[in-house]
């Protein structure tokens, strides 16, 4: 699947504002950006943090935001016990630490590409796209994918329209109005698509 992505190293830092990769090695970028579990911060705080000026302390305490990408054969409550025991574990001598969690966690799902729900949307996006959709994997928490799979027994596939210079989730974020029309003919079109098929599969 990676092999078919025309990606560029170069062209995603740009994107990211970032003059270096990072990472394990023993992984491609796609690798370790589609399918590897991560742990990041995402916030911290501490000390004097005024906008401006100096101030001869010693901090007192600190605050650090944590969140992580479980991947395939990880389990979130797992996961958060490894990590409090870490840092437990290499707690300076003096310190203290408290934790504050988040609610719930979503587990990672693949969606397959071999269903007729999967080729019904292949076939309205090459439709109005003009080419074959190519597959892609990704990072993100949509907890209600899995439990529409769970629940309902369907894989619902989600669509997005947003593209690659568009800022996601940046303060300067926006989406092209043209987009916007394009999704709507997109699931207009699936809806119309869908029915054609079901149909003959009950003729």
């Given at each position: 699947?990676?092999?078919?992505?025309?990606?560029?190293?170069?062209?995603?830092?740009?994107?990211?504002?970032?003059?270096?990769?990072?990472g394990d090695t023993n992984f491609s970028p796609l690798e370790r950006i589609w399918f590897r579990p991560t742990l990041e911060i995402v916030g911290m705080q501490g000390g004097y943090i005024a906008a401006e000026g100096h101030s001869n302390i010693i901090p007192g305490n600190a605050m650090a935001?944590?969140?992580?990408?479980?991947?395939n054969n990880q389990d979130g409550k797992e996961i958060?016990?490894?990590i409090v025991k870490?840092?437990?574990?290499?707690?300076?001598?003096?310190?203290?630490?408290?934790?504050?969690f988040g609610k719930g966690y979503a587990r990672p799902m693949q969606l397959p590409a071999d269903t007729k729900e999967y080729r019904y949307i292949s076939d309205v996006l090459s439709n109005i796209y003009g080419k074959q959709p190519l597959q892609?994997?990704?990072?993100?928490?949509?907890?209600?994918?899995?439990?529409?799979?769970?629940i309902l027994g369907l894989y619902a596939y989600p669509l997005g329209f947003e593209l690659s210079d568009e800022k996601w989730h940046?303060?300067?974020?926006?989406?092209r109005v043209s987009s916007v029309r394009r999704g709507q003919l997109i699931y207009c079109n699936y809806l119309q698509h869908l029915a054609d098929e079901e149909s003959k599969l009950k003729k």
């Open positions: 699947m990676i092999k078919k992505i025309p990606y560029d190293p170069a062209t995603d830092m740009k994107i990211l504002g970032t003059k270096a990769e990072a935001r944590i969140t992580c990408r479980l991947v958060i016990d490894l870490h840092i437990n574990k290499n707690c300076p001598q003096g310190a203290t630490v408290t934790y504050k892609l994997a990704t990072g993100g928490s949509v907890g209600a994918l899995l439990s529409i799979k769970e940046a303060a300067n974020e926006f989406f």
